[in-house]
């Protein structure tokens, strides 16, 4: 069976940092497209971060200069550095594996068929 697993998650002040951690048995994975995204209670989850099967990433709005997603295929491990957590940035993190998105969908979650069971981060003073 194909998993994603997060870890990473936790409390957090504002301004603090986090490293989200996705380890995958994905054994192709380093030819598939990859995200993160995130989701509050009552609110429609939305995308993070993605990066694409020639390594070419994307930002939510919300996270540019702040996030960086990255991968080590040598682990089939991907990664979200988080800086200057904010508040609003309070989610379950959920990470996301594709093995084709098509043009133009990479921040859309439906593009994405493997997902993790996620990660809570908590940002608050």
């Known amino acids: 069976q194909l998993e994603l697993v997060e870890s990473g998650g936790g409390d957090v002040q504002p301004g603090g940092s986090l490293r989200l951690s996705c380890a995958s048995s994905i054994y192709w994975f380093d030819r598939i497209c990859v995200g993160w995204f995130r989701q509050v209670p009552g609110r429609e989850g939305e995308a993070v971060a993605t990066m694409d099967s020639g390594y070419r990433t994307d930002y939510a709005d919300s996270g540019k200069g702040r996030f960086n997603i990255s991968r080590d295929n040598a682990d089939n491990t991907l990664y979200l550095q988080m800086n200057s957590l904010k508040l609003e940035d309070t989610a379950v993190y959920y990470c996301?594996?594709?093995?084709?998105?098509?043009?133009?969908?990479?921040?859309?979650?439906?593009?994405?068929?493997?997902w993790g069971q996620g990660t809570q981060v908590t940002v608050s003073s």
């Open positions: 996301a594996a594709a093995d084709v998105v098509p043009p133009g969908r990479g921040l859309h979650r439906a593009a994405y068929n493997y």
